[in-house]
Every structure is written in structure tokens, then in C-alpha cells.
T-cell receptor, first 115, second 109 residues
Framework: GAGVSQSPRYKVAKRGQDVALRCDPI?????LFWYQQALGQGPEFLTY????????KSGLPSDRFFAERPEGSVSTLKIQRTQQEDSAVYLC?????????????FGPGTRLTVT | KQEVTQIPAALSVPEGENLVLNCSFT??????LQWFRQDPGKGLTSLLL?????REQTSGRLNASLDKSSGRSTLYIAASQPGDSATYLC????????FGAGTILRVKS
């Protein structure tokens, strides 16, 4: 596709529900990133994939958060037993190593509201 | 731990004015620095990327500079327009970007 796409764009979940957020990266991009953006703040890193390998998950806030990219393309971020503090915009980005740079291209985000 | 600070937090200017946004970071061992624009309710649009070996990048009315030794970057916007109104974010890193909280820019017509 022309850019990074994410679905759903908006998700309302009741506290305790599980949610799954999807990211479709730019075709051919080997690297994929997830970030969490709280209201009025800059995005914070969650996790990073190179192809299907999850190379860094140091930013995942708890073991309720799980991300996967089984075929090295589409990725899913899953949040189990959602809590109110999980309410945020979840951004996905992809990049390709080109000329030694890691320029990241972002999707529109999924706004998660936990009630 | 890398920390990124952006000053000012908000800025309001009349149309046509030149302006400078500031970004500072605590760890100079960065791979690159990226400036983004974010419109309300939207994702991030990459404006400029400066590799660690570079000192500046230009795109149209935008110019970004990087001084690794002092841990600073500036984004210069020339002849500002109302359409430039948005939040501007600075991020440093390589695979893992560390972001500042952003500068909210409003250009008044």
C-alpha cells in the first residue's frame, strides 16, 4: 500500500476486555515498531520487529501487552484485561534500512478508550 | 537513559513570521534525529531526518540543524502559514525513537 495502515481507528473497550490492534506496514519494509501516545505527550516506544523477529520489547508496560508479526508483514498488538491506564493512541511505524538511515513512517494510529 | 526536551511547549505567531523550535537531548550517542508534524487526531508525518554525521537538512521552508556535541537541534520554519499549525515533535535514536513532548504551533492569519 501507499502508507502504513492501522485498524481499527477507534476502539472502546470495557475494563477487563481483551483487544487486538492491527498494523499493515509499507510493503517491503522489514522493520516495524509500536508506540503508545498518551494525551498531550510524545509517543513512547513499546516494541520493535525485524521481519518476524521481535528484537526489542523493553517498552511493553506489563505482561498484559503482547505483540506478534508471524509472517514478517502484518503485526498485531494485543492487550489483555484492559485497564483505564491503557487508554491512549497506539501508533505503528515501519522503516527500511536505506543508505544507513532508519527513517520511520507512521500510521494514523488506533485510539483506545477503556471505560 | 535518553531524555528529549522541546521548548517552547506552545507558540503562537502571526502569519509570515519566521520561527525556531528547539529540541535538546541528554545522550549525544544518537544514530539520527527526526522532526515530525502531527495534526490533531492524526498520525505523525516525517518532515526531516538528520543522520548523526550530518549537521543540517532542508526541505522547502523547513531547515533543521543538529549539534551532537551540545545535544541540540533546531527546526527553522520560514514565512510561516496558517497551514503550518500543528504539533511538532522531535525524536532521536535509531531503531528505538525517543520523543519529546512536542511544541504546539499556531499560526494566525
Amino acid at each position: 500500500g501507499a502508507g502504513v495502515s492501522q485498524s481499527p481507528r477507534y476502539k472502546v473497550a470495557k475494563r477487563g476486555q481483551d483487544v487486538a490492534l492491527r498494523c499493515d506496514p509499507i510493503s517491503g519494509h522489514v522493520s516495524l515498531f509500536w508506540y503508545q501516545q498518551a494525551l498531550g505527550q510524545g509517543p513512547e516506544f513499546l516494541t520493535y520487529f525485524q521481519n518476524e523477529a521481535q528484537l526489542d520489547k523493553s517498552g511493553l508496560p506489563s505482561d498484559r501487552f503482547f505483540a506478534e508479526r508471524p509472517e514478517g508483514s502484518v503485526s498485531t498488538l494485543k492487550i489483555q484485561r484492559t485497564q483505564q491506564e491503557d487508554s491512549a493512541v497506539y501508533l505503528c511505524a515501519s522503516s527500511s534500512l536505506r543508505w544507513g538511515t532508519y527513517e520511520q513512517y507512521f500510521g494514523p494510529g488506533t485510539r483506545l478508550t477503556v471505560t | 537513559k535518553q531524555e528529549v526536551t522541546q521548548i517552547p511547549a506552545a507558540l503562537s505567531v502571526p502569519e509570515g513570521e519566521n520561527l525556531v523550535l528547539n529540541c535538546s537531548f541528554t545522550d549525544s550517542a544518537i544514530y539520527n534525529l527526526q522532526w515530525f508534524r502531527q495534526d490533531p487526531g492524526k498520525g505523525l508525518t516525517s518532515l526531516l531526518l538528520i543522520q548523526s554525521s550530518q549537521r543540517e537538512q532542508t526541505s522547502g521552508r523547513l531547515n533543521a540543524s543538529l549539534d551532537k556535541s551540545s545535544g541540540r537541534s533546531t527546526l527553522y520554519i520560514a514565512a510561516s502559514q496558517p497551514g503550518d499549525s500543528a504539533t511538532y515533535l522531535c525524536a532521536v535514536g535509531g531503531n528505538k525513537l525517543v520523543f519529546g513532548a512536542g511544541t504546539i504551533l499556531r499560526v494566525k492569519s
